[in-house]
């Protein structure tokens, strides 16, 4: 029997109640090497227009711009509330928004509206907010929309007939089942999707393959911005970012401790909560577990310990106090996807500029120190400024993959121009775009290849 034939006969099983679809399984056996496990019938416990894969800020963009061309959309999210990095990882700052229409200038103002947008002291908006609100928000843009949300889902595998995707497969409480799909997009930052689907993609640094290193965020309380002044930068305070950084590392090491990360960073959300961003996790992959656990335990001792002693030094710093360690660890670069273009560093050097154009992204190269034995803070990679460049449609429809599209850091590019468009306000503009074309190309009945530029407008 081939795995086609067990989403055929899932598709009836799908129609009796779940229980009974989960109630006789074969037992894996031990085999020569590993453990064989036995071929059973999947049910298809869902079918969509357009699927897509991973509810972070790329996913959701892809998912509203989907609903709203009119296409039947479902979102797969494997927390337990939507945002990614913004949430889950509460990184609780918005990168690359400034020159931002559609969906993320309206993520903006609904989040401002709700109260959850941050204000400087003399009135001027920041880029951080509360990540409380920004979850609810997000929930809500999608369900107005008419997302259909499946939280607690983790993509397990793909099927293809000949080239072209037609269902994924998912684990979750519900057990193993099959979703149906006209279109897909991999939002799930790592390009998981892609990969389970067959797509070729590359990784780290070209030639030593090292990736830029892992940071763990953690919400603190206890300080009052006017108190640690100093330390932080908003959008009143004209002093660059070096020198509160400088005084923040310092303040660390007075403490007992140097952080991993030489450019430790507070990110002020309310006069009494503050983002901290303290940490490198060197040469760890961001798609095997075993590596992100033991970054994730590493990093969250070295968070407990440099707040412990900053308290312990007094002063400002005297009931300084953890709120939250992130759920999940911040992973910069996982696969770069093959998609029909790539974008280069040329691009970025060039400011290049393209007809099928569906992102201008203005961040700089940031590549995170590679190697802590060298550099525990940026690595010099380029020595020319970045201009603003387009990031053209290509770049989100895979190469070797029919019905598949890319959005966020996932998308088709090298090394260096990843580490300037991995940004979140670069991944909602190409959700938007994927999310778009994929619904123009599930209600036509063609690939998203096949869609006319012309046609997104």
Known sequence: MKRRDFIRFGSVAALAPLAKSLDVQAEAVPAAGGVREPARDIPVAGNADVVVCGGGPAGVAAALAAARKGAKTLLLEQHGCLGGIWTVGLLAYLLDVQNKSGIMAEIVKRTDSAGGRTYAPGGKPTETYDVEVMKLVLENLCQEA????????????????????????????????????KAFVDATGDGDLGALAGCGFDFGEPGTGSAQPMSLIALITGIRAGDVRAFYRDAENSQGWAAPKDALRKAMEAGGHSPSYAMPSLFRVRDDLFMLMANHEYGACGFNVRDVTQATLRARRELHALVDGLRGTGGVWRNMRLVSTAEQIGVREGRRLHGL??????????????????????????????????????????????????????????????????????????FIAHSSYRVTGNSVALGEAAGRVCALAALSGRLPAEIPFKDLA
């Not at 993509?155 to 994924?168: F, Q």
């Not at 290509?394 to 190469?399: K, N, S, V, Y």
Request: aromatic fraction near 6%.
């Open 146 to 181: 008419g997302v259909t949300l499946q939280l607690h889902t983790r993509i397990a595998a793909a099927v293809k007939t000949g080239s072209r995707l037609t269902h994924v497969i998912t684990e979750s409480k519900s057990g193993r089942e099959a979703i149906a799909g």
């Open 341 to 414: 273009y790539t974008v280069t560093a040329e691009d970025l050097r060039q400011g290049a500029r393209f007809e099928d154009a569906v992102c201008r992204a203005t961040f700089c190269v940031d590549v995170h120190a590679l190697d802590q034995n060298k550099n525990k803070a940026i690595d010099k990679k380029v020595a020319w400024r970045t201009k603003p460049y387009d990031i053209p449609l290509r770049a989100l429809i895979a190469r070797d993959v029919s019905g598949l599209m890319f959005a966020g850091r996932c998308i088709s590019g090298d």
